[in-house]
Protein backbone atom coordinates (compact mmCIF):
# COMPACT_ATOMS: atom_id res chain seq x y z
CA UNK A 1 0.00 0.00 0.00
CA UNK A 2 2.56 2.42 0.98
CA UNK A 3 4.88 1.78 -2.47
CA UNK A 4 1.64 2.71 -4.15
CA UNK A 5 0.93 5.50 -2.74
CA UNK A 6 4.51 6.96 -3.24
CA UNK A 7 4.04 5.85 -6.77
CA UNK A 8 0.85 7.34 -7.21
CA UNK A 9 1.77 10.34 -5.79
CA UNK A 10 5.38 11.16 -7.06
CA UNK A 11 4.15 13.68 -9.73
CA UNK A 12 2.05 15.49 -6.78
CA UNK A 13 3.51 19.05 -5.97
CA UNK A 14 4.90 18.77 -2.60
CA UNK A 15 2.14 20.68 -0.74
CA UNK A 16 -0.61 17.93 -2.05
CA UNK A 17 1.82 15.02 -1.47
CA UNK A 18 2.12 16.84 2.33
CA UNK A 19 -2.04 16.69 2.81
CA UNK A 20 -2.30 12.97 1.29
CA UNK A 21 0.49 12.02 3.93
CA UNK A 22 -0.83 14.34 6.89
CA UNK A 23 -4.61 12.57 6.31
CA UNK A 24 -2.93 8.85 6.22
CA UNK A 25 -1.54 9.88 9.56
CA UNK A 26 -4.74 10.67 10.90
CA UNK A 27 -6.26 7.73 10.04
CA UNK A 28 -2.92 4.96 10.37
CA UNK A 29 -1.81 4.53 13.87
CA UNK A 30 2.41 5.54 12.33
CA UNK A 31 3.28 9.23 11.59
CA UNK A 32 4.10 10.86 8.19
CA UNK A 33 7.94 9.97 8.55
CA UNK A 34 7.24 6.07 9.16
CA UNK A 35 5.17 6.40 6.27
CA UNK A 36 8.27 7.71 4.31
CA UNK A 37 10.79 5.16 6.03
CA UNK A 38 8.60 2.36 5.00
CA UNK A 39 8.53 3.52 1.56
CA UNK A 40 11.59 4.26 1.33
CA UNK A 41 12.61 0.52 2.68
CA UNK A 42 10.37 -1.23 0.29
CA UNK A 43 12.21 0.72 -2.77
CA UNK A 44 15.69 -0.64 -1.31
CA UNK A 45 14.11 -4.00 -1.19
CA UNK A 46 12.42 -3.32 -4.63
CA UNK A 47 15.74 -2.19 -6.38
CA UNK A 48 18.37 -4.66 -4.19
CA UNK A 49 15.59 -7.71 -5.66
CA UNK A 50 16.12 -6.24 -9.34
CA UNK A 51 19.79 -6.18 -8.67
CA UNK A 52 19.77 -9.28 -7.16
CA UNK A 53 17.91 -10.58 -10.32
CA UNK A 54 20.52 -9.20 -12.77
CA UNK A 55 23.49 -10.30 -11.56
CA UNK A 56 21.80 -14.00 -11.63
CA UNK A 57 21.28 -13.99 -15.00
CA UNK A 58 25.12 -12.38 -15.60
CA UNK A 59 26.53 -14.82 -13.78
CA UNK A 60 24.66 -17.59 -15.68
CA UNK A 61 25.52 -15.92 -18.61
CA UNK A 62 29.37 -15.83 -17.45
CA UNK A 63 28.97 -19.73 -16.42
CA UNK A 64 27.83 -20.88 -19.47
CA UNK A 65 30.27 -19.44 -21.93
CA UNK A 66 33.11 -19.54 -20.29
CA UNK A 67 34.29 -22.92 -20.71
CA UNK A 68 34.46 -22.19 -24.38
CA UNK A 69 36.49 -19.35 -23.49
CA UNK A 70 38.55 -21.06 -21.66
CA UNK A 71 38.78 -23.54 -24.36
CA UNK A 72 39.85 -21.52 -26.92
CA UNK A 73 42.28 -19.34 -24.92
CA UNK A 74 44.13 -23.03 -24.31
CA UNK A 75 44.12 -23.56 -28.30
CA UNK A 76 45.37 -20.34 -28.81
CA UNK A 77 48.24 -20.60 -26.52
CA UNK A 78 49.10 -24.01 -27.37
CA UNK A 79 49.83 -22.85 -30.94
CA UNK A 80 51.79 -19.72 -29.85
CA UNK A 81 54.00 -22.45 -27.32
CA UNK A 82 54.53 -24.65 -30.37
CA UNK A 83 55.13 -21.77 -32.66
CA UNK A 84 57.69 -20.19 -30.09
CA UNK A 85 59.14 -24.16 -29.93
CA UNK A 86 58.99 -23.85 -33.92
CA UNK A 87 60.59 -20.62 -33.87
CA UNK A 88 63.32 -21.36 -31.22
CA UNK A 89 64.28 -24.73 -32.86
CA UNK A 90 64.74 -23.17 -36.18
CA UNK A 91 67.14 -20.36 -34.70
CA UNK A 92 69.10 -23.43 -33.34
CA UNK A 93 69.37 -25.24 -36.13
CA UNK A 94 70.39 -22.10 -37.93
CA UNK A 95 72.74 -20.93 -35.64
CA UNK A 96 74.51 -24.66 -35.46
CA UNK A 97 74.49 -24.83 -39.41
CA UNK A 98 76.04 -21.19 -39.35
CA UNK A 99 78.77 -22.18 -37.08
CA UNK A 100 79.38 -25.55 -38.75
CA UNK A 101 79.74 -23.80 -42.31
CA UNK A 102 82.67 -21.34 -40.54
CA UNK A 103 84.27 -24.22 -39.37
CA UNK A 104 84.73 -25.85 -42.63
Known amino acids: MFF ?3 SLTRSL ?9 D ?6 SCTKEEILS ?4 LKTEQLENRIKRQLYKLKKAVAEIMP ?3 T ?3 AENAKLYEMRFAL ?3 LIIKHHLFNFKMVF
Open 88 to 90: TFN
Open 38 to 41: EIKK
Open 68 to 70: SLI
Open 72 to 74: AHD
Open 4 to 6: RLE
Open 13 to 21: PSKRKDDIY
Open 23 to 28: YMESIL
